[in-house]
């Protein structure tokens, strides 16, 4: 199920460039995890990243468990340190957008 009207749908995989997945994320879980990145995108518009990374972790919390963080910047420049959990970590490129997108799991 998909947080706030969000639904699955295909995914242009052209437009994402897979800079970092760990081990804890398999490639179904990047694959519906992109699906998810892409129809919040489609739905809330592009400027709106912060209700962008809401949708997602609340769906990776709903889907994979909670403690999930999703952070959203431009391609140059950006920065984000986090600590992972469980190898959970995946950060792609958003090359429409120009967007570098990282998620992980939360360490508890």
Do not use: H
């Amino acid at each position: 199920m998909f947080v706030a009207g969000i639904f699955s749908k295909p995914i242009n995989m052209v437009k994402w460039e897979i800079v970092d997945q760990y081990a804890g994320i398999t490639d179904t879980m990047r694959i519906n995890i992109l699906s998810t990145l892409s129809t919040s995108i489609d739905t809330r518009g592009s400027s709106n990243q912060f209700e962008i990374c809401k949708d997602v972790r609340n769906w990776l919390n709903e889907t994979y468990g909670s403690m999930w963080g999703v952070a959203i910047g431009p391609i140059d420049g950006y920065t984000c340190f986090s600590s992972y959990y469980e190898s959970k970590y995946l950060t792609v490129k958003e090359k429409n957008l120009n967007w570098y997108i990282q998620i992980w799991k939360q360490t508890p």
